[in-house]
């Protein structure tokens, strides 16, 4: 738009404003930007006094960087200040509509930038694909740029190798609820870039919930304050039903697909295996609530009864299985409840991954010995052909012999050694499987020697 006399001739709504007034149409998230490192909030283990990313700033050398964090800790306020640290050029694209033709663009624009270096940033790097990824690299490898690319997912997954070998990573984390606190108490009392000095009320427990309701995203606790004076309106005081109105159906952070997602799978599982109903019923509830399917909790708890409960308590996997079919039945919300009894009687259950480790065992036989044969006498032999081959004979029928048990017989493949799998752990059911196990095997010995 034209700019003259410090009047803009058009503005949204073809409205002429003052360049003051055009200020006060950017969103208070993008106005309470940092400026320096002592005005950013949280990332201690990074901008703290002689951490890494503080001296790289301190400094001003330029290095390529990878920033992985949640949405709203900072990343493109510190890849400006690297850049402002530095006198660097800054260009800012993001993956979600830039392309190649972009970043050639911006290598046009550092190379007519001779006299200072130029950082480029790229938003939402894991966007991506791998081609558009190695598109820049030349002009990294020369110099020509230095690339800083922010991205919320695992680096190591998301981006490509080369990429990464040319880039330092450093992760961020969300915010605590004192840090988002601290920045919401500023944008208050911020009569330049805030809401205006004391024009606004509201009391700290107020402030509080709103900056749990942010959960970790500075960008998000500013917008949730924007908006609640927005409703406060000419009154000037942020009510309590203010901010009920706008933190209600709010979610906390979890990504599908995300590391976020298979973290917190990770810990309810071993919150589980780990014998603790409470910690896994919060995993339980923290993926419920931020909108995992429970189908998939449910696919999950059957894996826990069958690999850390096993034969210890045969009864976890039939009631992780009822608490599937009750989720089909009911679905959500009261079919989650079948889902938190499971996750809670497998939590309190005896614990075993003997089946677990036997089966492991015995598929790693199978891979590296090939296909064994049968052994003659346990072959079936249902035509004249098979009987005459020797199939079926010698085979001693179990339920025929004392106990139902045949003594020194040998069911592996002849060329296998003697294998013993199945190690039953002292808890539980499985402690009785255990010791009727060991002595079939320990009778079974004794007649391999007598035979000899």
Known sequence: MDDVDGVDTAGPGNVTMSAAQRDDWRPLADRMRPRSID???????????????SRLIDARPLHS??????????????????????????????????????????VAEASA??????????????????????????????????FVGATTENPSFALNNALLSRARVYVLKPLGVSDIEE?????????????????????DAELKRLAVAADGDARRALNLLELAAGLAGEQGSITAAIIDDVIAGGVRRFDRQGDDFYDQISVLHKAVRGSDPDAALYWLARMLDGGCDPRYIARRVLRMASEDIGNADPRAL???????????????PEGELAIAQAVVFLACAAKSNAVYQAF??????????????????????????????????????????????????????????????????PRGLEQAIGEKLAALRERNKAARQSSK
Not at 84 to 106: E, P, Q, T, W, Y
Not at 367 to 377: C, F, I, M
Request: aromatic content about 8%.
């Open 360 to 425: 492991n065992q015995a598929t790693a036989d199978v891979q590296e010995g090939g296909s064994l044969a049968v052994p003659l006498r346990f072959r079936n032999a249902p035509t004249r052909l098979a009987k005459e081959l020797g199939h079926g004979k010698g085979y001693r029928y179990a339920h025929n012999e004392a106990d139902g048990f045949v003594d020194g017989e040998r069911y592996l493949p002849d060329e296998l050694p003697d294998r013993e799998y199945y190690q039953p752990a």
């Open 39 to 53: 005005e950013v909030v949280g990332q201690s283990q990074l901008l703290g006094r002689d951490k890494s990313l």
């Open 113 to 146: 930038q001779a006299d200072s270096p130029t950082v480029l940033f790229l938003d939402e790097v894991h966007r991506f694909n791998k081609a558009q990824q190695d598109a820049f690299l030349p002009w990294v490898e020369d110099g020509t740029l230095t």
């Open 318 to 332: 039939r009631i992780a299985l009822d608490a599937c079919e009750v989720y089909e039945r009911l679905g959500s």
């Open 183 to 203: 920045l919401l108490a500023r944008a208050l009392t911020d009569d330049t870039r805030g809401l205006g000095g004391d024009r606004l009320q509201v009391d």
């Open 65 to 106: 960087a990878i920033l992985w964090g949640p949405p709203g800790t900072g990343k493109t306020t510190i890849a400006r200040l690297i850049a402002n640290g530095a006198g660097a050029h800054f260009i800012a694209l993001s993956a979600v509509m830039a392309g190649v033709k972009d970043i050639r663009s911006a």
